[in-house]
């Protein structure tokens, strides 16, 4: 009987440790939301000011709160919420980034995703030079997109102004440097067309790449995407003044 009783007041001490770690040990962390992009969030409209939508990729998402900053209280600035991607997502989304009210001013690029490499079986950022590498959207499908998304931009009424592609530097990753030149002289030929104003980043920013862009990347610093969004909301007053909607 004794034996019995210590056997089990060992067991309930066992136990009854077991139970305490338990307690005692840390919770999992859980793992958070990602926190989301503030350049990538709706606002709400000021009923008084007109309405700006920009529509363009990681470059745009880059100078959007700079260029709201710049424009605050002159007009609505709103981004599409998303990258903008290549052309062909362009043709994929445009009624929805487009939504129902209508625009005052439509500020506009694709280039840097259509321009870029891909895999034999599409992987992203491929080496130009490897077998089987394609550019996402060749110049030609490139003109033919571009000429439909600005036909449905210009159903819109806004006052539309094409964004020249950013220059790619020496040994960015899934691109050639220099490819940006070719696409922007087939969207200059497109706007030209059809009497759309141009705000050159390209020429803005080439100069200055030593101090605005990111070493080896299509990608602009902080103080880089600010810089651009001086140019940005500049394009867009002129264009607003012209409508007779600055404030």
């Known amino acids: ?67 709201r900053e710049l424009l605050a209280g002159k007009a609505n600035v709103h981004p599409i919420l998303t990258n903008g991607g290549p052309t062909t997502r ?71 102004i094409w964004c020249s592609t950013t220059p790619v530097p020496e040994g960015a990753n899934g691109r050639i440097a220099g490819d940006a030149v070719e696409y922007n002289e087939i969207a200059a030929k497109v706007m030209e067309e059809n009497y759309i104003a141009v705000d050159d980043l390209y020429t803005f920013a080439k100069p200055r790449l030593k101090e605005i862009q990111l070493p080896a990347n299509v990608h602009f610093s902080k103080p880089g995407s600010k810089a651009l969004a001086e140019q940005v909301a500049g394009s867009i007053e002129k264009a607003l003044e012209k409508r007779g909607k600055s404030r």
């Open 1 to 67: 009987m004794p034996s019995r009783l210590v056997c089990l007041l060992l067991v309930s001490l066992i136990f009854a440790g077991t139970l305490g770690a338990q307690e005692k040990s840390p919770a999992k962390k859980k793992r958070g939301k990602r926190k989301a992009n503030p350049a990538l969030q709706a606002i709400d409209d000021d009923p008084k000011l007109p309405r700006v939508l920009l529509i363009g990729d990681s470059i745009s998402i880059g100078y959007t709160l700079p260029t």
């Open 90 to 160: 362009g043709l994929e989304q445009i009624d929805r980034w487009l939504g129902e009210k209508p625009w005052d001013v439509i500020h506009f690029n694709w280039g840097l995703h259509d321009l870029k490499y891909m895999g034999p079986n599409n992987e992203n950022l491929a080496d130009p030079a490897a077998a089987g590498s394609h550019q996402q959207v060749p110049p030609a499908e490139y003109e033919k997109n571009l000429r439909k998304l600005v036909a449905r931009l210009q159903e819109t009424g806004a006052t539309l």
